[in-house]
């Protein structure tokens, strides 16, 4: 009798272990890259959004939406983001990502533009507490109250309070870069090698905020010869768990 109490005790609490692991990430990933028109035509948006979608399917316990060129609308964008998002538990992780044409303040949606405000406020819907944007366009950093270098969490009054990871693929000066030749943008490419374990410094199988950070500013900067210079900024602490590696 004593032996089954123990067998039970014991199955309880590999049961409590596995529900501990079982955090899933939930992940809206856009990428616009053939605009109404051919003007605004871009090469690698799509397969940016695609790229991150695989790199978290391998690594995560996954909830996405994918959506791309005319899909990407900036009501479907909003809707994916309020659906999938409301599904995440506190311990999960939300992250939105997005390449295309940016602006200063936001990015260009198929139809429209979209702020990174009115992202936020569809984000903070979440309950969750590990939630993150990664924006891939040029001008991105335009959400800032002043240029600088350095990883910060100063953010403009619309943003303070907004309890997300704002990563930014480059200053608001600067054009975030691709070539024809690579699969993925200059940030896109650097993050997913980040995600897949490239940022894991102390090998403790989570990459955090900070980790992601200097892994990411410092291979952008260098590979596009300083020409591009990721950025971070929101409310969050530099230990947030971004993406946890099998």
């Not at 035509?41 to 399917?57: F, G, R």
């Not at 198929?110 to 009115?118: M, V, W």
């Not at 993150?132 to 959400?143: K, L, N, Q, S």
């Not at 490419?189 to 403790?204: V, W």
Request: net charge neutral; with cysteine; charged share 20%.
């Amino acid at each position: 009798m004593k032996s089954n109490f123990f067998r039970i005790l014991l199955l309880l609490f590999v049961l409590s272990l596995s529900g501990a692991a079982a955090a899933r990430t939930y992940l809206v990933a856009v990428g616009v890259a053939d605009y109404p028109g051919s003007d605004m035509d871009l090469t690698l948006p799509a397969n940016d959004a695609a790229s991150v979608v695989e790199v978290y399917k391998a690594k995560q316990s996954l909830t996405h939406v994918l959506l791309t060129n005319s899909e990407a609308t900036a009501d479907r964008i909003t809707r994916a983001i309020k659906q999938v998002f409301a599904k995440a538990n506190e311990d999960d992780i939300v992250v939105f990502f997005f390449s295309g044409h940016g602006y200063n303040g936001g990015f260009l949606a198929y139809d429209s533009r979209i702020s990174y405000k009115q992202v936020r406020e569809a984000m903070a819907q979440s309950k969750c507490r590990n939630k993150m944007m990664f924006i891939d366009a040029c001008h991105a950093g335009g959400v800032r109250e002043e240029a600088t270098t350095a990883h910060t969490n100063r953010v403009s009054s619309d943003m303070r309070g907004a309890n997300v990871m704002i990563f930014l693929s480059s200053r608001d000066d600067e054009y975030s870069l691709e070539s024809p030749s690579m699969s993925c943008g200059f940030f896109t490419t650097y993050l997913c090698r980040a995600l897949q374990g490239s940022a894991d410094e102390n090998s403790d199988g989570v990459v955090t905020a900070r980790e992601l950070f200097k892994y990411v500013n410092g291979g952008v900067a260098d590979f596009s010869g300083d020409r591009q210079h990721p950025v971070m900024w929101g409310r969050f602490s530099n230990d947030m768990p971004v993406i946890k590696l099998k």
